[in-house]
């Protein structure tokens, strides 16, 4: 019996942290299947208090975190398409990122940015493609 609960808890060591070391690359290029929702999945992400990463020029400036089931849940309600990828490959994607001759960069995104958008009084919602969209 104490051979079987070790076991048991030796694989809960093993597999239950492999999932904490992956990320959840959200691509913003041609693969993309929904881009503007893709911005609201990372959004309400940073919104809920989860940190992320913005890659700037990479693969349409693409978006990075750990991976986690709320943000899964909420891509896929919303048909954002995303890439899990493990922790080594997010290591060599920001080493890559931020190499000397690469025009990329990485941006941490920790809090959730204001939105404002002004408006005249007379225009109406559907006069503007970005009120449309908020």
Do not use: C
Request: charged share 20%.
């Amino acid at each position: 019996m104490k051979r079987f609960i070790f076991t048991i808890f030796t694989l809960l060591l093993l597999f239950g942290g492999a999932k904490a070391q992956q990320q959840v690359l959200i691509p913003m290029d041609a693969s993309q299947t929904d881009h503007l929702k893709a911005y609201g999945v990372i959004f309400n992400h940073i919104k809920d208090g989860f940190p992320a990463k913005w890659l700037l020029n990479y693969r349409g400036g693409s978006f990075m975190a750990v991976i986690d089931n709320d943000i899964i849940r909420k891509a896929r309600l919303r048909n954002v398409s995303l890439e899990t990828v493990s922790n080594s490959e997010a290591a060599s994607i920001i080493a890559e990122i931020e190499s000397p001759g690469s025009n990329t960069s990485v941006v941490n995104l920790e809090k959730a940015p204001r939105i404002a958008v002004y408006t005249p009084d007379q225009a109406l919602p559907w006069d503007d493609a970005v009120t449309l969209a908020l």
